[in-house]
T-cell receptor, first 115, second 112 residues
Framework: NAGVMQNPRHLVRRRGQEARLRCSPM?????VYWYRQLPEEGLKFMVY????????ESGMPKERFSAEFPKEGPSILRIQQVVRGDSAAYFC?????????????FGAGTRLSVL | GENVEQHPSTLSVQEGDSAVIKCTYS??????FPWYKQELGKRPQLIID?????GEKKDQRIAVTLNKTAKHFSLHITETQPEDSAVYFC???????????FGTGTQLKVEL
């Protein structure tokens, strides 16, 4: 019974490169959430997706950031033209499909370092 | 949107003492309040949660209380142990599949 799987665990990019972060939800979960955690800060919501749909992207920066959750395969958080301020831990969480149940289980995160 | 405030930011207790962390929220529509524990470099792990139809929930040494009128909820850890040392986050949500809004975290240190 694998939990939420994220890869890579660590990602180093130079300014201007692209970063792709992957998240596979727990088995039976079809809701995926991405959160960003800056050093010594709390988690900030970025985007909420279901299969092939973005449900809430109110926390996503308007430029350079995009997310998808295709019918097959993991959810992807994509950051184009990374800048030093993008350095953070990016956590994915998943929850079940049943309405009213909102327990979110977190992955181990991807730590992005921008040089 | 929802705003969650959490206090204190750091808390040191002696082993065996109790620890209390408090959070307030702003959105009266919020009805789900989980608490997560995060050890250094690890994932946030759910330790307890409460829904707005109850006022208190307990699980062994951990309890959470909710006051909907005042819009605040608290985490209580009794008989603290060194392995309780971590950062604790409260969060609020309007339930269903909706996003969590987190507090800023409390660094709990349990000293021998």
């Amino acid at each position: 019974n694998a939990g939420v799987m994220q890869n890579p665990r660590h990602l180093v990019r130079r300014r201007g490169q692209e970063a792709r972060l992957r998240c596979s939800p727990m088995k039976g979960h079809s809701h995926v959430y991405w959160y960003r955690q800056l050093p010594e800060e709390g988690l900030k919501f970025m985007v909420y997706l279901q299969k092939e749909n973005i449900i809430d992207e109110s926390g996503m920066p308007k430029e350079r950031f995009s997310a998808e959750f295709p019918k097959e395969g993991p959810s992807i958080l994509r950051i184009q033209q990374v800048v030093r301020g993008d350095s953070a831990a990016y956590f994915c969480a998943s929850s079940q499909t049943t309405s009213g149940s909102n327990i979110q289980y977190f992955g181990a995160g991807t730590r992005l370092s921008v040089l | 949107g929802e705003n969650v405030e959490q206090h204190p930011s750091t808390l040191s207790v002696q082993e065996g003492d109790s620890a209390v962390i408090k959070c307030t929220y702003s959105d009266s529509a919020s009805n789900y309040f989980p608490w997560y524990k995060q050890e250094l470099g690890k994932r946030p792990q759910l330790i307890i949660d409460i829904r707005s139809n109850v006022g208190e929930k307990k699980d062994q040494r951990i309890a959470v209380t909710l006051n909907k009128t005042a819009k605040h909820f608290s985490l209580h850890i009794t008989e603290t142990q060194p392995e309780d040392s971590a950062v604790y986050f409260c969060a609020a949500s309007t339930g269903g599949g909706n996003k969590l809004t987190f507090g800023t975290g409390t660094q709990l240190k349990v000293e021998l």
